[in-house]
């Protein structure tokens, strides 16, 4: 099972900025899908963005126009910058490896990194 790292993560004040990113111990070209996850404290993980091998992305209503989700195949890497950050974007990150993106919904595996915590201080 190819292992995934997040890194990038940190405390930074409400409109600031952080880039995520997702490494991976093997090829992600294997993956039809790479996505990001969030969860923050008393609340379920949910979708946060994903793209697939072609470039096709996604994202949840409350980060669109905020969140870039991007891919390095030659680096085996997914990113995720964020901008204009909110208090309410304060979570546990975790990168996913899925199986795809159809007809506008994520399928993940159960492939998850350890996550990496971003706070958003207003």
């Known amino acids: 099972q190819v292992q995934l790292v997040e890194s990038g993560g940190g405390l930074v004040q409400a409109g600031g900025s952080l880039r995520l990113s997702c490494a991976a111990s093997g090829s992600i070209i294997s993956f039809n899908a790479m996505g990001w996850y969030r969860q923050a404290p008393g609340k379920q993980r949910e979708l946060v963005a994903a793209i697939t091998r072609s470039g096709y992305t996604k994202y949840a209503d409350s980060v669109q126009g905020r969140f870039t989700i991007s891919r390095d195949n030659a680096k085996n890497t997914v990113y995720l910058q964020m901008n204009s950050l909110k208090p309410e974007d304060t979570a546990v990150y975790f990168c996913?490896?899925?199986?795809?993106?159809?007809?506008?919904?994520?399928?993940?595996?159960?492939?998850y990194g350890q996550g990496t915590q971003v706070t958003v201080s207003s």
């Open positions: 996913n490896a899925g199986v795809g993106i159809f007809s506008g919904t994520y399928y993940p595996r159960d492939n």
